[in-house]
């Protein structure tokens, strides 16, 4: 015998993509989503993909009601402000063996308007952070290639051996807080020359870029 069974659908007529929620999204995120999870479960995933959900699913993140409520009783306890104090000491250590092991390095750069970063590549892997302007990044796919923009507040990795090249086309000065190795860092270093913020940048003499094409052979970067 075949049974039918009818299920009412949830149905909402809040419009997160209204430009009320994306200026203000808090107010609307509380008094709508966090109230009403019977409409808005997260307990079938809240990420952008079917296979996250699937694999997330049972998390404090991804979890509704008493489930929910459990779970965060189970992680807050260790976070709480007295708990993270004991491993003050600890953290402070590491992070500074970290910061003398000369595993990374942090530099910050600017991009003029109108300058342009070839198309290059080296093993070394790098992750950009933009603070300020909306530069281009190339992703290298061959005759699929094409440019992607970039937005303050955005993080671009890029792996190592991966084709790459940076482009500045607006009108305002591109800054980008720049994590990589130390081998690109001893790149800069030797490459650079010392800046005059009152002096006018011109363009490479073809002495800056025969040091520049002999410094990437030395580190075995390639360039296009």
């Known amino acids: 015998m075949t049974s039918v069974m009818?299920?009412?659908?949830?149905?909402?007529h809040l419009d997160p993509y209204s430009d009320r929620a994306l200026i203000d999204p808090w107010p609307t995120y509380v008094s709508k989503a966090l109230h009403d999870p019977s409409s808005f479960p997260s307990s079938l995933g809240v990420m952008m993909n079917d296979h996250m959900n699937h694999v997330l699913r049972g998390n404090t993140l991804c979890s509704?009601?008493?489930d929910h409520r459990r779970l965060r009783r189970i992680i807050m306890k260790p976070l709480t402000p007295s708990a993270l104090k004991s491993l003050q000491e600890r953290v402070t250590v590491e992070a500074d063996e970290l910061e003398s092991?000369?595993?990374?390095?942090l530099?910050?750069?600017?991009?003029?308007?109108?300058?342009?970063?070839?198309?290059?590549?080296?093993?070394?892997?790098?992750?950009?952070f933009v603070l300020e302007g909306e530069p281009n990044v190339l992703q290298y796919e061959g005759d699929s290639?094409?440019?992607?923009?970039?937005?303050?507040?955005?993080?671009?990795?890029?792996p190592g051996d991966?084709?790459?090249?940076?482009?500045?086309?607006?009108?305002?000065?591109?800054?980008?807080?720049?994590?990589?190795?130390p081998n690109i860092y001893c790149f800069f270093r030797e490459l650079g020359k010392p800046f005059h913020p009152d002096q006018p940048l011109g363009p490479?003499?073809?002495?800056?870029?025969?040091?520049?094409?002999?410094?990437?052979s030395q580190h075995n970067y390639w360039m296009a």
């Open 107 to 128: 530099m910050r750069g600017m991009v003029p308007p109108g300058v342009a970063i070839p198309l290059h590549n080296h093993a070394d892997p790098e992750v950009l």
């Open 101 to 105: 092991s000369e595993a990374f390095a």
């Open 64 to 66: 509704d009601g008493e």
């Open 145 to 158: 290639s094409h440019w992607v923009t970039t937005r303050p507040g955005e993080i671009v990795c890029i």
């Open 162 to 181: 991966l084709r790459h090249a940076l482009r500045n086309t607006s009108p305002a000065t591109v800054t980008l807080l720049l994590t990589t190795t």
């Open 6 to 12: 009818s299920v009412e659908t949830p149905i909402s």
């Open 204 to 216: 490479p003499t073809p002495q800056d870029m025969q040091r520049l094409r002999d410094l990437a």
